[in-house]
């Protein structure tokens, strides 16, 4: 029964880019000393405190991230597209072309950084963009989802 309950919650789409699996590894000083799978497993349980069914994906392979955009069954998507942020038509293509809507986080204000990372080939479709929260912007973005499936019922 409880499985019934859970799989009739909307679902979102947690999506992070390459290298993010490197979180908590790396540059703690730019992207924090948490690791991915600590931040994805507060996710969860925002998730469900929330009232959404939340799936994850991490690749470093932006075909991966094409093919599970254009597969989902999620309401609506939250994605960190790491470095594919500054360069990827065909990722904006794929969000673009399912019709969801999405909002992009980073961890880190990009707009602070080097002038490459300034523009985003998303932001200017997405429903919302957070930058400079560290982990907290992906909660925030599941918060916004949540609210933009209760205004469309
Ligand atoms: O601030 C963000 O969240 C970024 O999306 C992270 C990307 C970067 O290319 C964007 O400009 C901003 C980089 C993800 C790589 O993450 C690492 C984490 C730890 C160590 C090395 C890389």
């Given at each position: 029964m409880a499985t019934r309950v859970l799989s009739t919650l909307p679902k979102v789409l947690l999506l992070n880019g390459p290298n993010l699996n490197l979180l908590g590894r790396r540059e703690p000083g730019i992207y924090g000393a948490r690791s991915l799978d600590d931040v994805v497993d507060g996710l969860y349980e925002e998730s469900a405190l929330l009232g959404l069914r939340l799936e994850h994906l991490q690749s470093n392979s932006e075909a991966a991230l094409i093919d599970c955009i254009h597969a989902t069954d999620a309401s609506v998507v939250v994605i960190n597209p790491g470095g594919l942020t500054h360069t990827s038509v065909a990722l904006r293509d794929a969000l673009v072309g399912v019709a969801l809507p999405f909002f992009e986080v980073h961890l880190s204000n990009i707009h602070a950084r080097?002038?490459?990372?300034?523009?985003?080939?998303?932001s200017d479709k997405a429903s919302g963009v957070l930058v400079g929260f560290g982990p907290l912007g992906y909660s925030l973005a599941l918060r916004a989802a949540a609210q933009t499936l209760q205004e469309q019922n």
């Open positions: 080097e002038p490459f990372r300034h523009h985003s080939y998303l």
